[in-house]
């Protein structure tokens, strides 16, 4: 099992920024990426991006990029996501998300942009 727990999310100004906290625990090992998804009121929920936790590599939605940044401290059993110039449509609720054996999800976070 993993366990993963979100923070950092909150209100803020439209050109402002946030990070994203997101913490894993459990059997990490198993974890072969980690990433961010997140889901606006009537809408399907939509990968962010997610970050492979052997060699880093990122995938980042065409939405965010150039504007979000994703990371992860290996020590922390952490992963970040920088969200800068943000804008109100990326309001939403983020959740963490754990690729294992299968995917494990967080309690997710409120983001709201305000314009």
């Known amino acids: 099992q993993v366990q993963l727990v979100e923070s950092g999310g909150g209100l803020v100004q439209a050109g402002g920024s946030l990070r994203l906290s997101c913490a894993a625990s459990g059997s990490i090992f198993s974890i072969v990426t980690m990433g961010w998804y997140r889901q606006a009121p009537g809408k399907q929920r939509e990968l962010v991006a997610n970050?492979?936790?052997?060699?880093?590599?990122?995938f980042y939605a065409d939405s965010v990029k150039g504007r979000f940044t994703i990371s992860k401290d290996n020590a922390k059993n952490t992963v970040y996501l920088q969200m800068n110039s943000l804008k109100p449509e990326d309001t939403a609720v983020y959740y963490c998300q754990a690729l294992a054996w299968r995917n494990y999800w967080g309690q997710g976070t409120q983001v709201t942009v305000s314009s």
């Open positions: 970050i492979r936790l052997d060699g880093g590599s990122t």
